[in-house]
């Protein structure tokens, strides 16, 4: 599931400068109950209109992409009551973020 983000925005920055090409990974506790986990590339970024159809199943536009990653990863998220989107990064590239409740111990 991370994985896939990780390599899709490892893919987004194929044409960036090698020192540009960080990929930060980063998790908070939103509240007790609750973590958001954000992973944030400097890559192409993403057109407002495709925000949500990126989600879609078969949704690509690479050569050779598949569009199932995002698809499979909301789903998983989704059945585990958390929330997938994405949003622009500041410094060029975009966020996607997740949350997902904190397993009670
Ligand atoms: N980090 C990202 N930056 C920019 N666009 C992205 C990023 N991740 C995904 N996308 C866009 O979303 C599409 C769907 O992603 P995904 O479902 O993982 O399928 P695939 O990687 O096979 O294309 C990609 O083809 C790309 O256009
Ligand atoms: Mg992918």
């Known amino acids: 599931m991370l994985l896939n ?3 899709n925005g490892i893919e987004a920055m ?3 400068a090698t020192n540009q090409r ?4 980063s998790a ?3 509240t007790a109950r609750r973590v958001e986990v954000a992973i944030a590339d400097h890559g192409y970024g993403v057109p407002p209109d ?3 159809r ?3 199943a078969f949704f690509t536009t690479k050569k050779e992409g598949m569009g199932m990653g995002l698809n499979i990863c909301r789903t ?3 059945f585990h009551e958390g929330q997938l989107w994405v949003e622009d990064n500041a410094g060029g590239g975009s966020i996607f973020r997740f949350t997902l409740p904190v ?3």
């Open 5 to 7: 983000l990780v390599k």
């Open 14 to 16: 194929q044409d960036v």
């Open 22 to 25: 960080a990929l930060d990974i």
């Open 28 to 30: 908070r506790l939103l």
């Open 50 to 52: 495709l925000k949500e």
């Open 54 to 56: 990126l989600f879609d």
């Open 76 to 78: 998983i998220i989704e």
């Open 103 to 105: 397993a009670e111990t």
